[in-house]
């Protein structure tokens, strides 16, 4: 069975970073794709970030050139630096596997942007 855990949100002054990070366990039978999607109140999920298991990387405008993702294939993690944080990147941030075409989640890990 495949777990996704994150760590690494909190709270978080305008302008300020975070890093999350995400560890998968268990046996996925490939590396897949990874990413990163959040989730503000009454909001639907969102996309913001994916990374291929070669590397190439996609991101929403929203965040583009503030945030940025790497993975491990070899650990199966997945990260997302964050900077330059804005009160409107306050959210549940979840990571995200899809392997041979079935979608794994974590549960994910509150961000707050505030002063």
């Known amino acids: 069975q495949v777990q996704l855990v994150e760590s690494g949100g909190g709270l978080v002054q305008p302008g300020g970073s975070l890093r999350l990070s995400c560890a998968a366990s268990?046996?996925?039978?490939?590396?897949?794709?990874m990413g990163w999607y959040r989730q503000d109140a009454g909001d639907q999920r969102d996309l913001i970030a994916y990374?291929?298991?070669?590397?190439?990387?996609n991101y929403a405008d929203s965040v583009k050139g503030r945030f940025t993702i790497t993975r491990d294939n070899a650990k199966k993690t997945v990260s997302l630096q964050m900077n330059s944080l804005k009160p409107d990147d306050t959210a549940v941030y979840y990571c995200?596997?899809?392997?041979?075409?079935?979608?794994?989640w974590g549960k994910g890990t509150l961000v707050t942007v505030s002063s």
């Open positions: 990374i291929t298991a070669t590397g190439s990387r």
């Open positions: 995200h596997l899809r392997v041979y075409g079935v979608d794994y």
């Open positions: 268990g046996s996925t039978g490939g590396v897949g794709v």
